[in-house]
């Protein structure tokens, strides 16, 4: 069994994966956004009870995607709470790079609040695991270093899930920033593009199930992700698909519709999920809702918020 828990934070992500194993339940966390002084992570977990994480990943440096990281570390030390992974293109041992990413690509983030989400990453390192013989958190840097075929495949971020990073590789994690950090041109979209994007595969009854997790990816790198999905997968993603995380809340992307029409058969029966507010016209942009349902025939289209496209196109609210 699987579930995907997709949190209504309005302009941001925070997913929560949960499975069965053997009577077992295990969970994980991809990014986590305060919202109006809350944490829907949190108020998640501490409802449920959940004091065991298996690994908490952060797609990429934006406060959208990282806000609610303080939270989440006061939660897991109030509870005795315990982390086995860390996941990230990069890793927290890397404070001083991270911090100057983030001040160079966030207006929006005040020094108090970086500090605070830094000091946050360093914290979940400090955690104790169950499952490691030093008890200590691990710190995995995930990155597409050209395998292909099983070998792509990761079981240890998860019990029951198999994880293949597709975007980036090292030199787009780690050199490419810092090329751009001495040429003071980071911004927003260099970001994005580097984006943790991952398949995710679940092999259960007479299938299995792949899902494409996508961080804010957008642009040309959306090229090489579909390439190496579909030799990770034998191309057999095109009819194994059964969840999209859509990209960017849902912005317009053209490079992206244009990989997706090879990535996906259009009479593949999966769900499209989108985080975005309600009332914003570009997220999500009509021009995507329609690209979905206008091209894959037995795809269900899912918001956390509906705004006006998103009526417009029949959208389900989660």
């Keep these: 069994m699987v579930r995907i828990h997709v949190l209504n934070v309005k302009l941001g992500d925070s997913i929560i994966l949960e499975t069965e194993l053997n009577s077992k339940f ?31 990943f952060l797609t990429h440096l934006h406060n959208d995607h990282y806000s609610g990281f303080p939270q989440l570390l006061d939660y897991l030390r109030g509870v005795n709470g315990t982390l086995e992974y860390f996941v990230s293109p990069q890793i927290p041992d890397e404070v001083d790079l991270w911090r100057q990413l983030v001040e160079m690509a966030h207006d929006e983030t005040t020094s108090a609040q970086l500090t605070a989400v830094l000091k946050a990453m360093k914290g ?7 499952s490691h013989p030093d008890k200590k958190v691990s710190s995995v840097r995930f990155v597409y270093e ?32 810092q090329s751009a950090l001495q040429k003071a041109s980071l911004h927003n979209k260099v970001i994005n593009s580097i984006s943790q994007a991952l398949l995710m595969r679940y092999d259960g009854g007479s299938r299995q199930h792949i899902g494409i997790l996508t961080g804010d990816l957008e642009g040309q790198t959306w090229r090489y992700v579909k390439n190496r999905c579909l030799e990770i997968t034998s191309d057999s993603i095109k009819s194994d698909i059964s969840f999209l995380k859509v990209p960017h809340h849902g912005a317009h992307n053209l490079v992206m519709e244009q990989c997706l029409q090879e990535l996906i058969n259009n009479k593949s029966s999966f769900v499209a999920s989108i985080s975005c507010p309600a009332g ?34 029949g959208v389900v609210s989660i």
């Design 26 to 56: 295990y969970y994980s966390i991809i990014d986590c956004k305060s919202i109006e002084g809350k944490t829907p992570t949190v108020e998640f977990l501490r409802k449920r009870g959940i004091t065991r994480i298996q690994s908490l």
């Design 124 to 130: 979940f390192q400090a955690l104790s695991s169950v």
């Design 146 to 177: 050209g395998q292909r075929g099983e070998r792509s495949w990761h079981d240890h971020p998860h019990p029951s899930l198999l994880f293949a990073p597709v975007s980036p590789t090292p030199s787009e994690a780690f050199q490419l920033l």
């Design 280 to 313: 914003d016209p570009r997220h999500p942009d009509h021009k995507t809702l329609g690209f979905l349902k206008n091209n894959f025939q037995r795809c269900c289209i899912v918001c956390t918020n509906i705004s006006t496209p998103c009526h417009n196109h």
